[in-house]
């Protein structure tokens, strides 16, 4: 079973700031990924928890939700792929390629002490500014509110030096400070197409900017009680 809080926490100690890398001329993206900002007219379908008092939308052709709760954590996955059950891997592999995930993970009064250390050093942080570990690169891409949320927005990769996998996604993490509730809205590209001459990082930036736009569009329909 996967942990309850995102995957960067744990690659975000030992960090120094750092420069963001740049991007290299005439990447290609991929066919099969769109190449369109979202739409917010595009957003018809809903999803509501009246037990959390969560609600967002998302893109009419996109798969889900899928709904996990555990105690006092949300956790609902949409996506442009079949979404699968929280903690089991798909029976049988996706043949729809470059595709890409949304995954909201709402927290009521948070006590769990790991994500305070990124929500600190995303803060001591200027826009465009990155943190690099042996493990772990995350770049700040802006701050953010949201209701009576408070947060930044980011992407999380691996350092050049770590590329034995294959791990890029954007996020968003959400604080409330007086009740200690926690936000997280994680967009990453999936099953990604790469060959043996492909810049495998630059194939899945190239997705997450494709998909950028129904992020940005999820996120701003997302409302909280």
């Not at 997280?184 to 495998?200: F, H, K, L, R, Y």
Request: include cysteine; glycine fraction near 6%; aromatic fraction near 12%.
């Amino acid at each position: 079973m996967k942990k309850l809080y995102p995957v960067f926490i744990l690659c975000l100690l030992m960090m120094t700031s750092c420069g963001v890398p740049g991007t290299p001329a005439g990447t290609q993206i991929p066919s099969a990924v769109p190449t369109t900002a979202g739409d917010v007219s595009t957003l018809r379908n809903s999803y509501t928890s009246d037990t959390f008092g969560l609600h967002f939308q998302y893109p009419s052709k996109w798969y889900g939700p899928e709904e996990y709760i555990s105690g006092q954590t949300l956790r609902v996955e949409v996506g442009s792929d079949k979404a699968y059950p929280y903690g089991e891997s798909q029976e049988e592999p996706s043949d729809i390629k470059n595709s890409y995930q949304v995954v909201i993970q709402y927290t009521l009064n948070n006590q769990n002490p790991a994500w305070k250390d990124a929500y600190q050093s995303l803060t001591n942080l200027k826009d465009s500014e990155s943190l690099a570990g042996t493990r772990s690169l995350i770049i700040r891409v802006k701050q953010l509110e949201l209701g009576r949320f408070n947060g930044f927005e980011y992407i999380f990769t691996l350092p050049e030096t770590a590329q034995t996998e294959h791990v890029y996604g954007r996020e968003v993490m959400l604080f409330d400070e007086q009740t200690n509730d926690l936000l997280t809205i994680m967009g990453q590209p999936n099953n990604v197409e790469v060959n043996s001459d492909a810049d495998w990082r630059e194939l899945y930036k190239a997705i997450d900017e494709a998909n950028l736009g129904y992020f940005n569009d999820i996120v701003q329909s997302i409302t909280i009680k």
